[in-house]
Structures are given as structure tokens and as C-alpha cells.
């Protein structure tokens, strides 16, 4: 009988049952060479990870046997998937043939488990022995063999913490630091800078684009100005005043966007001075004739009456519109 | 409410007329649309007019034509360095009978009937001369033969050129006052306009184009109640006036107004001037030209178009200043209504 016993970790890091999951697995073997029984090889067991198992955990073990080829494992001898102690079940069991080889074929039997020791501390447990019978399947042969499997063991651990061996010196309990990955910050340090520019120079060009602060007082952008008044004016309680206000702002606009006052009848050399705005000929013309009613005529209350505030905001929605596309296609 | 309303329809015939009489006087004088304008919001706002400009812009053949259309009694006299007041109203000479006469000069000649008085190149006169000017322009009266003569219907339209200055008297400042307008006049610059002034025959002769005006196309007895009528009529509107006081200070305190010439210190521009008299002649202007653009109601439009007109002459710069009068007044009447917001 051969076996491989765990070997104990050199370098315990954070606790004994981690440690173990430093070794990659765990390979248990067990020769039985039976002397009666000369068509059985040797049986091997081969656990992946034996150790750190807690409770409820399932781990698996694969166990080869060597068998003389025409020799099959009686599926009736195999062990039943269900309890086999109070702390351990089967869950899964299934057997394949593997390659033959000098007159021998290897038995592969894929066991899976799960544990229900609930461990105060790590501790090693034994899972159980078993036998499996192996037939000859040749006909009318009465020839079997029966391979024993020998217990091995696992580590079980609590799922709480341990208490350590107590020693001297309280700093021995520190692990050594593993060393802080030094990463450059260059790279990202440059790009944030990079996106946070792009980010300002784009709200810069948006708000220069729709004249919002601090851009307001552009000459260039006179009606984004004055929409913006007529907006506040529109909201206003006293209509009337609300009025006025609003088509003061507008003859604001066109004052600062021609550079000079723009009366009514400049309207024509106006609209030559500045294309962009010839598709408003008519409603500039109402405003006009508006601004003369509530300012200069004898009854400023017809003006309402023919060019209603609602219009007197639309146009000068349009006019800003105007002048945005104007300034955008680089002429005004 | 643009139009003038049914109720005033005397002041709409008269607008008829008014057009009417511009067209007359624009088949004499062409390329000087706006001087004719001005020249008939004079007439109706019973305004004295100077004329200034180049020789032979056409100054005398406008006056002469606005005299044959506006019938009434016309007198012309010539300014000279040696004119007495005395000259304008008295004649004297020896009658045939060896004996020394006195009869009325030019000005009592027509007595009443008097309607335009016409002066050319006013500047060679002497003061003493403007001064009886100012009486005649400001009263409408003169005492002569112990007693006082009254020109109900009197227009003074004088001229000067200002290519001279030697041997001229610059009009003193409450003559300048008076005049209800100082219209510049250009050659026309149109090439066109040029080539027909040179070349039709029909302005070689002076004589002959002023017969081409229609003679007494407005009554010059009832201009007086027509412009009270229009003075009445013409609506003026809180937001106007206010216009008008802020263009009345932007004027008198440039500076203060935020206005900025190049070469100009405007703090130290304007000497005075701008009198309440030249802002009240400067809204009957207005008005005058509020009813011939065919309205009831005053606009900034209006007090823009007589603005320079009715105001630059009236207006004394600093010394400094006054020699660039030409070039600094337009540019300040240009920038005050630029600079002030209407309404």
C-alpha cells in the first residue's frame, strides 16, 4: 500500500485551512494487491481538494481502478448515492471505463460528496472505506473480484474564526504586507484632464451657441437677449405693462443687432442690412405698427387687439432662431 | 390708427396740396427731394428757413420757385458789407423835382401782403442788419414812419454759402435761433441727375424753369390756420415726449449721454444752444412732417427726419470746435439719434 500523506503547510498566511488551499490537490493512493484476488490492480484515489471543506460544501474524488480487461464493476456493488454517516451523503456516483493497457483497463469512478460537519475547529475526518465488485463479463463466468477502497482523509473547517496558538510576541500574528501594486497614475491623471477640457470647451460652445451666460450680452446674440426678456414678460400678471416691456426688449434687440436705433421705418434698409431676418418682413412690420399704437397712438390698447402677446413671443422666438442659424452659418 | 381721421378732413385736403406743391417745386429743382421737404414743413409749420450750401447748388432757383408756388407778395434783397438796416425799409432818391424822397423800401413795399422775404447771402450783411432780421423773424413787425408795420404772413428764407469768409458777419446767435431750419444743400450726386443738370437746356435758364412752376398753389392766407390746425391735430404720446427730453439732453450733454466723437473732448463741446424755442420748433417740425407723411400721431421717425436741420444751427460748440462745426454737428446729431433709445 502506497500512500501520500498532506503534507503540512510550511508558510501558514492566514489561517490554517487557506494555507492548505495552497496545495492544489491531494492525491491519496492505496495498492491492494490482494492475493486471491490477482485481476484487481491498484486502486488510487485522487481527491482535488481535501481540505478547507465547510459545512455544507460538496467536493468530489475520483477513484481509478486497475482491472483485468473482461472484468466490469457490478453496478449493484457500487455505492448508493445517499447518507453514508451522520456527517457525510453521496450525492453523485458514476463509473467509466478508461483506456486498456497491458492487458489491464483503468476503472475511472467519479464520486461527489458533501459534508455536514459543522467543525469548531479544523480537523481532520476520514471518509469512509468502501468495496466495489468487480465481474468477469465473460459468458456464464462466475469469476468476480472485489477492489477495496480505502478511507482518506479530509480537512473540515469551522466557519468561524480560529483562535490562534498563542505566542510571544503579539506582532508575530501580523502577516507580512504583500506589496501595494504600484500603479502610474499618469495615464488617468492626463486623460481626466483630457475629458474635464473636451467637457468645459463643449459647454463653452453650447452656451456661446445659445447665448447663455457669460455670453449673454454678445452684440452678436441681441434677440437671444431679448427672447429671454419677453419670456420673463410673457409670465407677467399686468398684461398691459407686461406688453410694453416686451416690445421695448424687442426694439432693444434690433437696436444692438443693427447698431443703431431702428425705427419703423428703417425696417426696409434694415432687412437689407441683414438678410437673415427676411423671412420675418411681416411679423416685424406688425411689431412696428404695434410699438407705434402702444407707444406713440392715442389708444395703446389696440395693439393688443391686432398682434396679441402670443404673437409677439413667437416672433421673438423666430427672430432668436433667426439670428442663432445666422451666427452659425457665419453671417448675419 | 395711421391715418388722419375723417374729422380732420380739411387737414387731408390740405396734405393734397401740400403733396402737391412739392411737386411743383420739384419740376425746377431736382435731386433735392429732401431741401423740398424740409422747405415745405417749413411753410406749414411758419418757420424762417436758411439755406446753406455751395454756389450754384440751386439754392436761389429753390427760393424762387417756393416763392412763385406759394403765392403772396415775394421781395429779394442781396446782402452786401454795406447795407444799413435803414436800406431794407426805407428808399430814399431824388425825385424828378430835384427834391429828396423817402418811400418804403423793401420790406414795407407789399405792406401786409408781404409773404416771402427773401435774403440772399445773409452773411455779408452786418449785424445791424441781422438785428432788424430778428425783429422782423421773431415779431413779424417793424416800426418804420412812426408807426408799426405787422407781416402776418411774413417767411424769411435767406441764404449764405460758406465757401467765403472774407468780409462776412457770422449770424449772431439769437438771429441763428430764429430761423426755424438751416437746410444744407448738395449737388445731387446721382450721375444721371448730374448729366441732365449739365446738359438739358431746361436749367441753363433760370428764368424760364421758374416759370414752370405752377404760381400760387397754396394760399398763403390760410397757411396760418392750417398749421395751428396741424400743431392740434398731431397726437403726441407721453413715451414721445420723453423721447424728446432725452434727445434734448443727450444734445445739451453729450457726454453725460455716453456719446464719444473721434478728436472730441464732449465734455467740452457744447457751449449752449439747444433753447427750448429750437426744441419747440423742432416738434412743430415734427408734426408738420408726421401730417405729410399722411398720420395723426408723432413718431421718433418724424423728430429723426427734422432733427439735424432744426437742431444743428442752433446748437454753440467751444471755440475750440467751432472751426470743425461742419464735420463735428452732423456727426453729433448722427450719434445723438443713435444713441437714444425710442421709444
Redesign the interface.
Known amino acids: 500500500m502506497r500512500t501520500r500523506a498532506i503534507e503540512p503547510p510550511r508558510v501558514p498566511r492566514e489561517s490554517p485551512v487557506v494555507a492548505m488551499a495552497g496545495l492544489l490537490s491531494v492525491l491519496l493512493s492505496g495498492l491492494l494487491p490482494l492475493p486471491a484476488e490477482a485481476q484487481i490492480g491498484a486502486v488510487v484515489v485522487r481527491s482535488p481538494r481535501p481540505f478547507g471543506l465547510f459545512v455544507g460544501d460538496r467536493f468530489g474524488a475520483t477513484v481509478e481502478i486497475e482491472a483485468v480487461d473482461g472484468f466490469a464493476p457490478q453496478a449493484a456493488s457500487l455505492p448508493k448515492p445517499g447518507p453514508l454517516t451522520y456527517w457525510l451523503d453521496l450525492t453523485a456516483v458514476s463509473v467509466a471505463p478508461g483506456p486498456a493497457r497491458d492487458g489491464n483497463r483503468l476503472w475511472r469512478l467519479s464520486l461527489t460528496y458533501q459534508t455536514f460537519y459543522a467543525a469548531l475547529d479544523v480537523r481532520r475526518l476520514d471518509v469512509p472505506a468502501f468495496t466495489v465488485t468487480f465481474a468477469s463479463e465473460a459468458p456464464r463466468a462466475t469469476t468476480s473480484a472485489v477492489a477495496e477502497v480505502p478511507s482518506w482523509p479530509i480537512g473540515v473547517s469551522p466557519l468561524r474564526e480560529i483562535q490562534p496558538p498563542p505566542v510571544a510576541d503579539p506582532v508575530e500574528y501580523l502577516r507580512p504586507e504583500s506589496p501595494n501594486p504600484r500603479r502610474d497614475p499618469a495615464l488617468p491623471g492626463a486623460l481626466a484632464w483630457a475629458f474635464a477640457g473636451l467637457g468645459l470647451a463643449g459647454l463653452l460652445a453650447l452656451a456661446r451657441d445659445r447665448a447663455w451666460w457669460p455670453f449673454r450680452h454678445r452684440p452678436a446674440r441681441a434677440f437671444a437677449a431679448a427672447w429671454r426678456q419677453v419670456r420673463r414678460q410673457a409670465v407677467r400678471r399686468d398684461a398691459e405693462a407686461a406688453y410694453r416691456e416686451a416690445l421695448l426688449a424687442l426694439h432693444r434687440g434690433l437696436d444692438r443687432t443693427d447698431g443703431r436705433r431702428v425705427m419703423g421705418e428703417d425696417l426696409a434698409g434694415f432687412l437689407v442690412r441683414h438678410p437673415a431676418y427676411a423671412a420675418l418682413t411681416q411679423p416685424l412690420d406688425r411689431f412696428f405698427r404695434a410699438s407705434r399704437e402702444v407707444f406713440f397712438g392715442r389708444d395703446p390698447s389696440l395693439a393688443q387687439r391686432d398682434w396679441p402677446m402670443p404673437d409677439l413671443v413667437a416672433t421673438a422666438r423666430r427672430l432668436a432662431a433667426a439670428e442663432r442659424a445666422a451666427n452659425a452659418g457665419g453671417h448675419s | 390708427?395711421?391715418q388722419i381721421r375723417p374729422a380732420d378732413a380739411a387737414l387731408t385736403d390740405w396734405r393734397q396740396v401740400a403733396l402737391r406743391f412739392e411737386a411743383e417745386i420739384a419740376k425746377a429743382v431736382i435731386g433735392q427731394e429732401r431741401a423740398i421737404r424740409l422747405v415745405t414743413i417749413a411753410i406749414f409749420a411758419r418757420g424762417h428757413v436758411l439755406l446753406e450750401g455751395d454756389v450754384g447748388v440751386g439754392k436761389t432757383t429753390l427760393l424762387r420757385a417756393v416763392a412763385r408756388a406759394l403765392g403772396g407778395a415775394y421781395e429779394r434783397v442781396e446782402g452786401t458789407v454795406d447795407m444799413m438796416p435803414a436800406d431794407l425799409i426805407y428808399h430814399t432818391y431824388l425825385a424828378e423835382d430835384g427834391r429828396p424822397r423817402i418811400e418804403p423800401g423793401p420790406v414795407l413795399r407789399r405792406a401786409e401782403d408781404l409773404s416771402v422775404f427773401f435774403f440772399n447771402e445773409i452773411n455779408r450783411a452786418r449785424p445791424q442788419v441781422h438785428s432788424l432780421l430778428l425783429r422782423l423773424m421773431a415779431e413779424r413787425s417793424v416800426s418804420a414812419f412812426n408807426r408799426e408795420y405787422r407781416f402776418p404772413y411774413l417767411q424769411v428764407f435767406a441764404d449764405r454759402n460758406r465757401v467765403e469768409r472774407e468780409e462776412t458777419f457770422e449770424l449772431p446767435a439769437a438771429a441763428r435761433d430764429r430761423f426755424l431750419m438751416e437746410i444744407g444743400m448738395e449737388a445731387p450726386t446721382d450721375p444721371g441727375m448730374r448729366r441732365r443738370l449739365a446738359f438739358d437746356p431746361l436749367f441753363h435758364d433760370t428764368d424760364a424753369l421758374i416759370q414752370e412752376v405752377a404760381q400760387d398753389v397754396i394760399d398763403q392766407a390760410s397757411v396760418a390756420g392750417i398749421a395751428a390746425a396741424i400743431q392740434h391735430g398731431i397726437?403726441?404720446?407721453p413715451?414721445?415726449e420723453e423721447y424728446v427730453v432725452r434727445l434734448w439732453s443727450a444734445i445739451r450733454e453729450p457726454g453725460q449721454a455716453g456719446i464719444a466723437l473721434p478728436d472730441v473732448a464732449m465734455d467740452a463741446l457744447v457751449q449752449g444752444g439747444a433753447s427750448p424755442r429750437g426744441v419747440a420748433f423742432l416738434i412743430r417740425a415734427a408734426r408738420v412732417r408726421a401730417w405729410l407723411e399722411g398720420r395723426?400721431?408723432?413718431?421718433?421717425?418724424d423728430l429723426?427726419a427734422v432733427f439735424p436741420e432744426t437742431m444743428a444751427h442752433r446748437i454753440f460748440l467751444e471755440p475750440v470746435y467751432e472751426m470743425r462745426r461742419e464735420s463735428i454737428l452732423p456727426a453729433l446729431c448722427r450719434a445723438v439719434?443713435?444713441?437714444?433709445?425710442?421709444?
Do not use: C, G, I, T
Open positions: 390708427m395711421n397726437h403726441a404720446s413715451a414721445l395723426d400721431m408723432l413718431l421718433p421717425e429723426r439719434l443713435d444713441r437714444v433709445p425710442a421709444p
